[in-house]
Every structure is written in structure tokens, then in C-alpha cells.
């Protein structure tokens, strides 16, 4: 089955640091580009982030640029994110997703079920 | 990031169709890009529906319906979702996304009520 597993969501004071991860499994991990869109409560999706199948290509929101890295191990399946100086306006559900090709730029055909971050004092 | 407009809401009753739109600013050609759809139900992450350049180059996505289609209207510059057959089921958040550079742009999504 294939299926992406997010973890490392939490509560987490403004100027506090957090590591995301996705675990995948049920498809050749390296042979496709990665993301993380987020989506805060009761709001729509945004794209924060993706990273091609050898991280040659990575892209960021402007919202998260310089704030947040994203990186993946192909040897564990796993992608990350690296979020730093959060800020309140941060607070959302974090999903992993699956692009279909191997640099990006097309559909998110996998998603995960999301892993909640909150930013709040 | 430009931004893709999406009507807050719509409704259509069942057996009816549903015609969801996506407009792109104007300094953006809606020819120039392939338009995805998303649909997302309460409490779930979204599903891909499929995406739609052109009538020889558009994609469904794994166990999506054909009663689900795309389209462009180039004058409005504008992409569109076709539901046809609506069902009860189809009751849900959509959203359209674009690829304008190495970044995402996602629509404001429209909320489908099936009356």
C-alpha cells in the first residue's frame, strides 16, 4: 500500500524550532519529487515547500524562505522539514506529498494525513 | 505568487452538473499551463482529481470518475472542473492548482454543496 506517514507535529512557543518528518512506503521513494503544503484551520492549502528525487532542486513559499529547510534520505524513505523562528501565523496541519515526477512541477497524487503544528505562547 | 481565484461556494442538486472555475490573473496565460484539481472532504487530506492543458494533453487521476472533467476558457482566462452525475458524495472542497515558476500556487478553493 502505498502511503506517507507524517510525524513531529506539537505545540511550540513563537521563535521555537521544530523538525517535521514523512515517512513513505509502497513506491521507489528516490524515483519522484517531494512537498509539504500546510493548511491553517478552516483556511485553504499553501504550497511551503519541494524537493526533487536527488535534492538538486528545491523550492520554498516566499512565507517560509529563510525560516524553513527541506531535505529528504532516500536510504530511509523519509523527507523533513526544518522549521525555524516559527511564528503563529505558522499554526496549521503540515502534509507530505507525493509529486509524479522525478523533478517536480507536476500533480500531488499522494498525501499524507497531515501532522498538526502549533505556534502559540 | 499571483493568485488563483475561486468562488467561495456553489450548489447544484444531484444528476445535475457542477461547473467550478479557476481564474488566473491576467499577467498569467491559462493556455501557457496545465490547471490540477483537488477535492478534500472533511477531516481528510486531499485527492488528486486530474489535471488539464489542453484536449490532447490533460490526465485523471488513479480511480477518479470520467464524470470528472477539465476544460479552459481562454477568453475569461479561466480553468474549469466539470462534475457531471452529481452524487451526494461529491460534496466537498475544491481546489485548483498551477506551477507559474519553480513554486505553487493554489486557488482560494470552492466549497461544493450537493442540495
Known amino acids: 500500500e502505498v502511503q506517507l506517514v507524517e510525524s513531529g507535529g506539537g505545540l511550540v512557543q513563537p521563535g521555537r524550532s521544530l523538525r517535521l518528518s514523512c515517512a513513505a512506503s509502497g513506491f521507489t521513494f528516490d524515483d519522484y519529487a517531494m512537498h509539504w503544503v500546510r493548511q491553517a484551520p478552516g483556511k485553504g492549502l499553501e504550497w511551503v515547500s519541494g524537493i526533487s528525487w536527488n535534492s538538486g532542486s528545491i523550492g520554498y513559499a516566499d512565507s517560509v524562505k529563510g525560516r524553513f529547510t527541506i531535505s529528504r534520505d532516500n536510504a530511509k524513505n523519509s523527507l523533513y522539514l526544518q522549521m525555524n523562528s516559527l511564528r503563529a501565523e505558522d499554526t496549521a496541519l503540515y502534509y507530505c506529498?507525493?509529486?509524479?515526477?522525478?523533478?517536480?512541477?507536476?500533480?500531488?497524487?499522494?498525501w499524507g494525513q497531515g501532522t498538526m503544528v502549533t505556534v502559540s505562547s | 505568487q499571483p493568485v488563483l481565484t475561486q468562488p467561495p461556494s456553489s450548489s447544484a442538486s444531484p444528476g445535475e452538473s457542477a461547473r467550478l472555475t479557476c481564474t488566473l490573473p491576467?499577467?498569467?496565460?491559462?493556455?501557457?499551463?496545465?490547471i490540477y484539481w483537488y477535492q478534500q472532504k472533511p477531516g481528510s487530506p486531499p485527492r488528486y482529481l486530474l489535471y488539464?492543458?489542453?484536449?490532447?494533453?490533460?490526465?485523471?487521476g488513479s480511480g477518479v470518475p470520467s464524470r470528472f472533467s477539465g476544460s479552459k476558457d481562454a477568453s475569461a482566462n479561466t480553468g474549469i472542473l466539470l462534475i457531471s452525475g452529481l452524487q451526494s458524495e461529491d460534496e466537498a472542497d475544491y481546489y485548483c492548482?498551477?506551477?507559474?515558476?519553480?513554486?505553487?500556487?493554489f486557488g482560494g478553493g470552492t466549497k461544493l454543496t450537493v442540495l
Open positions: 488539464y492543458y489542453s484536449d490532447s494533453d490533460k490526465g485523471q
Open positions: 491576467s499577467d498569467i496565460n491559462v493556455g501557457s499551463y496545465n
Open positions: 506529498a507525493k509529486d509524479t515526477h522525478l523533478d517536480g512541477g507536476h500533480a500531488f497524487d499522494i
Open positions: 492548482m498551477i506551477w507559474p515558476s519553480n513554486a505553487v500556487v
